[in-house]
């Protein structure tokens, strides 16, 4: 199955257009999956989604034993987006960390019972699509484009 039709594909089974999607990490959180797990987080307009995918050659399946954790091939998850914000250090600030920080940015997406945290969940995604990420959910979606 190529690209577009398992967009297609999954856009029928949510009932609603994928409007933004990108690569990323599952690190950890209060999901009952340990992590990390790589895969895509994705967004409609009312829901964020996390679909991972397992591969035997990653980096982070070295690290998983797959018996002891109960992982299945696939684990996914979804969270309206109204209830959710994001955050994440903005560090380094200097020129030299700057020049030798990782590819990769950790965040925090934090679920919310109104004022009250119900749990938070660790990712890590391509620095230059943090802000997007982040833009995207803290905004709850109001006239966004992926």
């Given at each position: 199955?190529?690209?577009?039709?398992?967009?297609?594909?999954k856009e029928a089974e949510i009932g609603e257009t994928v409007?933004?999607?990108?690569?990323?990490?599952?690190?950890?959180?209060?999901?009952?999956?340990?992590?990390?797990?790589?895969?895509?987080?994705?967004?409609?307009?009312?829901?964020?989604?996390?679909?991972?995918?397992?591969?035997?050659?990653?980096?982070?399946?070295?690290?998983?034993?797959?018996?002891?954790?109960?992982?299945?091939?696939?684990?996914?998850?979804?969270?309206?987006?109204?209830?959710?914000?994001c955050s994440f250090d903005e560090s380094p600030k200097n020129?030299?960390?700057?020049?030798?920080?990782?590819?990769?940015?950790?965040?925090?997406?934090?679920?919310?019972?109104?004022?009250?945290?119900?749990?938070?969940?660790?990712?890590?995604?391509?620095?230059?699509?943090?802000?997007?990420?982040?833009?995207?959910?803290?905004?709850?979606?109001?006239?966004?484009?992926?």
């Amino acid at each position: 199955m190529n690209n577009k039709d398992y967009w297609v594909r999954k856009e029928a089974e949510i009932g609603e257009t994928v409007d933004a999607k990108f690569y990323c990490n599952y690190l950890s959180g209060d999901w009952p999956v340990k992590g990390p797990l790589t895969g895509v987080l994705y967004f409609s307009k009312t829901t964020l989604f996390f679909q991972s995918f397992y591969s035997p050659k990653s980096l982070a399946s070295m690290f998983q034993l797959r018996r002891q954790e109960g992982l299945s091939e696939s684990q996914a998850f979804q969270m309206p987006l109204k209830d959710l914000r994001c955050s994440f250090d903005e560090s380094p600030k200097n020129f030299w960390s700057r020049l030798f920080a990782a590819p990769e940015q950790p965040f925090v997406i934090h679920l919310t019972d109104g004022e009250r945290e119900t749990g938070s969940y660790q990712f890590s995604v391509d620095r230059n699509k943090l802000k997007t990420i982040v833009s995207l959910i803290n905004s709850n979606r109001s006239g966004v484009r992926g």
